[in-house]
């Protein structure tokens, strides 16, 4: 069975980290981008970060750049995002998804990802 998972959200305190993980099975991730997306509450989603195949090629959404680092293991068919000085507007529910990577990149756009993880929730409070 193709699918994603993602673990190790939480309840953190601002200024606080987490690390997710995107966990692949039933397809092998070396031939695929993947994405990391968010949605708050009331909120559209929207495109975090994204690694290509090779980690060549990577993508912050501006709000998070410094602070969130996204990395790779297709040994591990893992995709990580190390997420620093937490922020409370960085809450949300955390989507991982990929595509196949044909050497075009990666895309902060939803819309290019065909499979996508069921998300794990990040809250950022005090």
């Known amino acids: 069975q193709v699918q994603l998972v993602e673990s190790g959200g939480g309840l953190v305190q601002p200024g606080g980290s987490l690390k997710l993980s995107c966990t692949t099975s039933?397809?092998?991730?070396?031939?695929?981008?993947v994405g990391w997306f968010r949605q708050a509450p009331g909120k559209e989603r929207e495109g975090v970060s994204c690694?290509?195949?090779?980690?060549?090629?990577?993508y912050y959404l501006h709000s998070v750049k410094g602070r969130f680092t996204i990395s790779r293991d297709n040994a591990k068919k893992t995709v990580y995002l190390q997420m620093n000085s937490l922020k409370p507007e960085d809450t949300g529910v955390y989507y991982c998804a990929s595509r196949f990577d044909s050497g075009s990149g990666c895309f902060a756009a939803e819309a290019m990802y065909n499979r996508w993880g069921p998300g794990t929730q990040v809250t950022v409070s005090s």
């Open positions: 690694i290509t195949r090779s980690a060549g090629t990577t």
């Open positions: 039933g397809f092998s991730p070396d031939n695929y981008a």
